[in-house]
């Protein structure tokens, strides 16, 4: 199938040989990106993903995707967070049934799941290609998160913490620090409708896993 890339959250150019979505990059081939950000562009979370019309959603259905990262310059965040051991999760979103009936609505002669599990009531979740996974924190040790949703727009994800003695806060949504910080919360939500990536601190008082 032909391929191109798209990035999200990059305030870059559209143009080859940077982020042009018109671009067609054939079977057995391959094309060196190379996008310049600008100085002036906020650090922050994004992410990249096969950008073909008409397949762009199975692609991203079946975990096509990766996470695009711009760093933060040096003493750009508060000390807190800027020395948190750094956590990054691509959440994925794998509904079978929901992924063929997309296949099927475009007619698309070419789309199959191989040997496994098949079938519409086929729901599964991954974080970083892992099942379950898990993350530890020591006791007032503090940690940021990168998250990034990518899934089903049907189907909405709220990350919880399920301890009391632990306090998550909001640092930024869709790759933008917000103005508020530090805003407690309860939830990182990840709404339905779009895809979504956003940026929490996460601090406990005894150990957390």
Same mark, same amino acid.
């Given at each position: 199938i032909i391929e191109s890339l798209h990035f999200h959250g990059g305030h870059v150019s559209g143009e080859l040989p940077s982020d042009d979505i018109r671009l067609k990059i054939a079977p057995a081939s391959s094309y060196? @990106?190379?996008?310049t950000f600008p100085k002036t562009h906020m650090p922050g979370t994004h992410w990249v993903h096969p950008h073909v019309h008409g397949a762009a959603a199975l692609h991203v259905f079946n975990g096509a995707a990766l996470a695009l990262i711009v760093k933060d310059p040096p003493n750009y965040l508060p000390p807190l967070i800027e020395e948190s051991k750094e956590v990054l999760m691509l959440l994925q979103d794998f509904d079978l049934g929901r992924t063929q009936a997309v296949a099927d609505e475009m007619k698309d002669g070419k789309f199959? +799941?191989?040997?496994?599990? #098949? =079938?519409? /009531?086929? #729901? !599964?979740?991954?974080? /970083? =290609?892992? @099942?379950?996974?898990?993350?530890?924190?020591?006791? /007032?040790?503090?940690?940021?998160?990168?998250?990034? @949703?990518?899934? !089903? #727009?049907?189907?909405?994800? #709220?990350?919880?913490?399920?301890?009391? /003695?632990?306090?998550? +806060?909001?640092?930024?949504?869709? =790759?933008?620090?917000?103005?508020?910080?530090?805003?407690?919360?309860?939830v990182t939500p990840i709404p339905a409708e779009t895809i979504r990536w956003s940026e929490t601190s996460i601090g406990s008082n005894k150990p957390m896993r």
């Open positions: 060196q @990106y190379q996008t199959s +799941f191989g040997p496994g599990r #098949n =079938g519409s /009531n086929f #729901n !599964h979740r991954t974080v /970083n =290609g892992q @099942y379950k996974p898990e993350v530890s924190a020591r006791p /007032n040790e503090w940690m940021r998160w990168r998250v990034i @949703y990518v899934g !089903h #727009n049907t189907h909405a994800m #709220n990350l919880r913490i399920r301890d009391e /003695n632990c306090e998550m +806060f909001l640092l930024a949504k869709d =790759g933008i620090y917000i103005q508020d910080f530090p805003r407690l919360i309860t």
